[in-house]
């Protein structure tokens, strides 16, 4: 009796905002297939983003308004009683479910109506999902040490300079 009272306290206090590990890295890839399968990337968003206690994790979806409509998921006011986008909020919710073994509720919103009904100003925050090690660029060790550091130059500097010398020299010209 005692023992289950101690480990029941130590897990409680254990408990800290958001959904813990390594649920968050789960979480992440998971976010790195919807973002494969539409091409966009998904938000955390909602309680489980913010407190320590919370019902399910809301993953949400923007689409630019043209994309909602090319994928045929009609009225976004009535998107509950469309069956495709039905189908496949159902679908990655039980993916994601299923690869997080957290209560997901996946989403998919038209961007225009998302950000009218969910504003940051309103005090909803959205945290990006997906960036996982795969898909997150590194520089070479050569990059690092001979490419220009101005952005767009694909310039060679010297390995101690920061800069080509065609952007030194215009660097140098602005001032
Ligand atoms: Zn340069």
């Known amino acids: 009796m005692a023992i289950r ?3 029941t306290t130590k897990s409680k206090a254990k408990k800290t905002v958001g959904v813990g590990m390594p649920e968050a890295l789960w979480l992440n890839e998971f976010g790195s297939l919807v973002w494969s399968a539409f091409g966009e990337i998904p938000y955390h968003v ?5 407190r320590k206690s919370w019902r399910d994790v809301d993953i949400r979806l923007m689409l630019d308004d043209d994309k909602y409509e090319a994928m045929g998921f009609g ?5 509950h009683r469309n069956a495709k986008w039905v189908a ?10 299923k690869m997080t073994g957290l209560p ?19 005090g909803h925050w959205r945290s990006a999902l997906g960036f996982t090690e795969l898909r997150t660029y590194k520089p070479s060790e050569f990059e ?16 101690d300079s920061k800069h080509c010398p065609a952007c030194k020299h ?3 010209n602005r001032k």
Not at 104 to 122: E, M, P
């Open 88 to 97: 496949m909020c159902m679908a990655f919710s039980e993916l994601g479910r």
């Open 46 to 50: 909602g309680s489980s983003l913010m």
């Open 75 to 79: 009225n976004p006011e009535h998107q």
């Open 5 to 7: 009272k101690l480990v």
């Open 144 to 159: 690092l040490k001979y490419k220009c550091e101005v952005v767009g130059c694909d310039n060679l500097k010297a390995p």
């Open 104 to 122: 997901i509720d996946f989403q998919i919103q038209q961007t225009t109506l998302a950000n009218k009904q969910y504003s940051r100003s309103g």
């Open 170 to 172: 215009d660097l140098e």
